[in-house]
């Protein structure tokens, strides 16, 4: 019982600023009914290496989003999507998609021309190398199937391939790590 009232004067404390906490209604700057504070204002992450999971968050652990708002609510906390640039943030992400059951999550990861990046600026595969061997048409990603498939998604067993990189359009809707900003 002492766990839990700490918990629920935190998340009510939270719900109740007006300028810089979390808020639940419709905000025409919010996404999906959810607002977070002011661009710019760091809030931390909730998991190892201060990166941010939405599927631990308890307000957004049932909600998937586009990359576009996925993108908007890391910046809204201070954050960028992630960049699994190496492979020790690539493992760690894994395991606890893999361990909470997450179906697929967003990363930072984008398309530009033929070659994905980063949000760091890294071409994606340059230090560390996680495309997936097959995808919807049975060859190895990124493959570009829908003709739109701009951004970078980690999938769980989605093809029956481990928890591994595919390139999907950017509209669907999926849960999403951030990372801080770095340098």
């Not at 640039?85 to 984008?110: A, E």
Request: glycine letters at 16%; a negative charge; hydrophobic letters at 35%.
């Amino acid at each position: 019982m002492r766990l839990i009232i700490p918990l629920v004067t935190v998340a009510l404390a939270g719900l109740a600023t007006a300028s810089g906490g979390f808020a639940l209604g419709g905000s025409a700057l919010g996404v999906g009914g959810l607002s977070y504070g002011g661009a710019g204002q760091s809030y931390g992450g909730n998991g190892p290496l201060g990166l941010f999971y939405s599927f631990l968050d308890p307000y957004l652990r049932y909600q998937e989003f586009t990359w576009h708002e996925a993108n908007y609510l890391c910046h809204s906390r201070g954050m960028q999507l992630v960049s699994l640039d190496n492979y020790q943030k690539d493992s760690l992400v894994s395991q606890l998609i893999g361990y909470y059951g997450v179906r697929w999550i967003w990363t930072s990861g984008q398309r530009s021309g033929y070659q994905f990046y980063w949000a760091n600026g890294t071409p994606v595969g340059l230090y560390h190398n996680n495309w997936s061997y097959t995808g919807s048409q049975g060859i190895p990603q990124p493959d570009n199937a829908e003709g739109n498939e701009y951004c970078l998604a980690v999938l769980n067993y989605f093809y029956q391939d481990g928890i591994v990189w595919h390139d999907i359009g950017c509209s669907h809707r999926k849960s999403f790590v951030c990372e801080p900003y770095y340098g």
